[in-house]
């Protein structure tokens, strides 16, 4: 097994997903349009499991929607509103 080297790989991943622009929604995209939400993890107690859980739940079908050539727009914290 090979020792995991962070500066290396992590720089790697990010280099390739800002080339192809992953992260990035068109509105004009031509692609069916997905929109994903998931509630801002609120800073009022410790990391436990289920942030784990829940945040992983999110990630996974963002990734499984964008690999099925949807334009996911997929942000954070956009619970409500306010004017």
Not at 39 to 67: E, Q, V
């Amino acid at each position: 097994m090979t020792d995991y080297k962070p500066n290396e790989i992590e720089k790697k991943w990010q280099d390739k997903w800002e080339k192809d622009k992953i992260f990035e929604s068109n509105m004009k995209s031509e692609k069916d349009k997905y929109y994903l939400l998931e509630m801002y993890p609120y800073p009022s107690g410790s990391l436990h499991m289920g942030h784990l859980r829940n945040y992983t739940i999110g990630d996974s079908i963002a990734r499984f929607k964008r690999m099925g050539g949807y334009n996911v727009l997929y942000p954070m914290g956009y619970d409500c509103i306010s004017q």
